[in-house]
């Protein structure tokens, strides 16, 4: 196998590091132990966490051990963000969140074998603590000039908002869950975003100071779209990997979506083929770009690793039953469910006529469209051709008793839903 830092690189994944010569070292001598936080802000990870629970998996089959830190001291507290102080939630609730995280977390990893991941919850030491041995025993080593000089809290403290004490200690929380990691399982490399730069120099301190050791930071590249925006957002919001936030069906149709300007390097940062397989696609995107055989294998490996094969080929399906390339009704409820979830909707009832329902889910702008659509043979209820304008929703046109897949033209898609 490549180097695994030299693979990082090549993959577009490293920002900066403390010193790479060192770390290099380190992990060739390995193996390593390595650990990334997530903390409980939300009830599930969205895309945005795959970059580092996919390094977490790339540096485990490389050799090294992992250790994954379920914040749920810090997930009390809150990274500061870059704009708004954040709400706190109850004890009770991030508790909870903890528990779906880890469930979501468990499968990149291996728990068993010489390098068996371990995973960690930083309120089993937090929470013990007093404030008085908070202070004296952590706080001490931390300076005031530094933690101002932190480009996230340089920023609130400049916004109208400015920024708690709370959030401001979130530094420390975190530079004190490396040194008890270190104590506890021998980690010597903490890996995070590149926003989180300064936290993660925060643990590196802490030890050197405490400890008299040197330890390893990796932060790593945030991934943007070519456009500037950020990665990680559709019109609805976040991408979870939560299917009851996100279904598989969203979850694939963001990935195929992918720009082709994107698709390469996305390829890169969060799927495992090869170099070979990659650059294969890359010729495929600037050759063939209509084929989208990049995005298709981008959305199927992803869909995959998040849902499993079962659920990418119920997606496939749907995709093609949509525009008529399929069969509706062999599509179970989940699957149909979410492949309509992201169209616009109406309201309908047997009896319902179907040009009102046209109408009602915009596919057309009033009665008259929807007639000259029906006369020109271009409107579908279940990819089947309307032939008449008194046509009238029947039992059997309710999928599952519910969904009902309208279609003018080609491409052009809503549903009638009873509600």
């Known amino acids: 196998m490549t180097d695994i830092l030299d693979e990082l690189?090549?993959?577009?994944?490293?920002?900066?590091?403390?010193?790479?010569?060192?770390?290099?070292?380190?992990l060739a001598e390995g193996p390593i132990t390595y650990y990334v936080g997530?903390?409980?802000?939300?009830?599930?990870?969205?895309?945005?966490?795959?970059?580092?629970?996919?390094?977490?998996?790339?540096?485990?089959q490389a050799g090294h051990r992992p250790l994954a830190l379920v914040g749920g001291a810090t997930g009390l507290i809150g990274d500061?963000?870059?704009?708004?102080?954040?709400?706190?939630?109850?004890?009770e609730v991030v508790a909870g969140w903890v528990e779906r995280i880890r469930a979501?977390?468990?499968?990149?990893?291996?728990?068993?074998?010489?390098?068996?991941?371990?995973?960690?919850?930083?309120l089993d030491w937090t929470a013990p603590m007093s404030a008085i041995d908070f202070l004296r025993d952590v706080g001490k080593h931390f300076r005031m000039g530094t933690m101002l000089s932190k480009d996230i809290v340089a920023r609130r403290?400049?916004?109208?908002?400015?920024?708690?004490?709370?959030?401001?200690?979130?530094?420390?929380?975190?530079?004190?869950?490396?040194?008890?990691?270190?104590?506890?399982?021998?980690?010597?490399?903490?890996?995070?975003?590149?926003?989180?730069?300064?936290n993660l120099l925060s643990g590196v301190e802490l030890i050197r100071k405490t400890e008299q050791a040197s330890v390893h930071a990796l932060a790593?590249?945030?991934?943007?779209?070519?456009?500037?925006?950020?990665?990680?957002?559709?019109?609805?919001?976040?991408?979870?990997?939560?299917?009851?936030?996100?279904?598989p069906y969203a979850f694939y149709q963001y990935w195929l979506n992918t720009a082709?300007?994107?698709?390469?390097?996305?390829?890169?940062?969060?799927?495992?083929?090869?170099?070979?397989?990659?650059?294969?696609?890359?010729?495929?995107?600037?050759?063939?770009?209509?084929?989208?055989?990049?995005q298709r294998a981008l959305a199927g490996d992803l869909t995959t690793l998040i849902h499993g094969q079962k659920?990418?080929?119920?997606?496939?399906?749907?995709?093609?039953?949509?525009?008529?390339?399929?069969?509706?009704?062999?599509?179970?409820?989940a699957t149909l469910r979410g492949a309509v979830s992201e169209l616009d909707s109406t309201p309908v009832a047997v009896g319902d006529l179907v040009v009102d329902a046209f109408v009602g889910s915009r596919l057309v702008a009033s009665r008259g469209a929807a007639r000259r659509a029906i006369a020109e043979g271009g409107a579908y209820v279940n990819n089947v051709k309307v032939t008449s304008e008194e046509q009238a929703f029947t039992s059997d046109d309710l999928l599952h008793g519910r969904y009902a897949v309208l279609r003018r033209g080609k491409k052009t898609l809503a549903v009638a839903a009873v509600s």
């Not at 997530?38 to 485990?60: C, E, I, K, W, Y």
């Not at 500061?80 to 004890?91: D, I, Q």
């Not at 708690?164 to 975003?193: K, N, P």
């Open 220 to 247: 790593t590249t945030l991934i943007t779209k070519s456009d500037g925006s950020k990665m990680g957002k559709s019109e609805g919001g976040a991408v979870w990997l939560d299917p009851e936030l996100t279904s």
């Open 80 to 91: 500061p963000r870059p704009t708004t102080e954040r709400s706190m939630n109850s004890r």
């Open 311 to 333: 659920a990418t080929d119920g997606v496939i399906s749907a995709s093609q039953a949509l525009f008529g390339r399929g069969e509706l009704r062999d599509l179970d409820e």
């Open 260 to 294: 082709d300007d994107d698709v390469v390097h996305y390829l890169k940062v969060f799927t495992f083929r090869t170099r070979e397989e990659i650059e294969a696609l890359a010729v495929e995107v600037a050759e063939r770009p209509f084929a989208r055989a990049a």
């Open 9 to 26: 690189q090549w993959r577009g994944l490293v920002a900066q590091t403390t010193d790479e010569a060192a770390l290099r070292s380190a």
């Open 104 to 122: 979501q977390i468990e499968p990149f990893l291996s728990f068993e074998g010489d390098n068996a991941a371990v995973m960690v919850n930083n």
């Open 38 to 60: 997530f903390d409980p802000t939300a009830q599930s990870l969205h895309v945005g966490h795959m970059v580092q629970l996919l390094n977490m998996r790339r540096l485990q």
């Open 157 to 198: 403290l400049a916004s109208d908002e400015g920024l708690s004490f709370t959030e401001f200690s979130y530094q420390i929380l975190q530079g004190m869950d490396y040194r008890e990691l270190f104590q506890r399982h021998g980690c010597t490399l903490q890996m995070g975003g590149n926003d989180q730069w300064g």
